[in-house]
């Protein structure tokens, strides 16, 4: 199929490219991984965690899944999340969605989509937490863009709720855990003012 062909010829001349300008490129990305970020982010073609921070492969551990959701039953955040805090020793857990969420949309409208209604209902379950401060905006786009936000706030939450992260600060790890917004129609990221740097903090804002 001439279309993954093409990725293939992209491949190796991306692979070219990096070995002119950095001989040692590969042989250094051979070995141990090593990043202080995990990004916990939306499955979303439009968001790709290394390029819009501008970070080199091996710079970022990333997970991501439709609506960037960390749910307590999902198994494979919840790995991930534990291999990045204990095994590869991350500073930063940055959970990011980002405005223009198609699960978020489909959420909020109700919309049918077959099995991933099931996923979509965390977000759900979000908006009826929230659903008087929601349910005043009546311009459609600044729900979203709201529920976007307090979708990702709900996921920072559930991160320092976890057994990892509370596991991490009660040996006195230093993980901080954070919840930004990605904006499609500008390429710029926002910070939601939520870090949380430890347990005592975390106590404070629960």
Not at 126 to 137: F, G, I, M, T
Not at 147 to 157: G, K, R, S, T
Not at 161 to 184: I, K, P
Request: aromatic share 8%.
């Amino acid at each position: 199929m001439k279309s993954l062909s093409d990725l293939f010829d992209r491949n190796r001349a991306w692979a070219d490219r990096m070995r002119t300008k950095d001989p040692e490129f590969f042989t250094r990305l051979t070995k141990i991984q090593k990043p202080k970020y995990l990004w916990i982010g939306c499955s979303d073609s439009r968001v790709p965690a290394n390029e819009i921070v501008d970070v080199l492969p091996g710079e970022m551990f990333v997970h991501r899944n439709v609506g960037n959701l960390v749910v307590h039953t999902d198994m494979n955040a919840l790995s991930v999340l534990q291999y990045a805090v204990e095994i590869l020793g991350v500073e930063h857990v940055i959970v990011c969605g980002h405005y223009g969420c198609g699960g978020v949309t489909a959420a909020l409208d109700l919309e049918r989509h077959g099995l991933i209604d099931h996923w979509l209902m965390h977000i759900w379950d979000v908006y009826r937490r929230h659903k008087n401060e929601l349910d005043a905006l009546r311009d459609h786009d600044k729900k979203l863009r709201r529920l976007c936000e307090l979708n990702i706030l709900a996921q920072l939450y559930n991160v320092c709720e976890s057994n990892t992260l509370q596991d991490a600060w009660a040996r006195g790890q230093r993980v901080h855990v954070h919840g930004w917004v990605y904006d499609l129609a500008d390429g710029r990221l926002r910070d939601l003012g939520q870090t949380v740097s430890g347990p005592e903090d975390w106590l404070r804002r629960r």
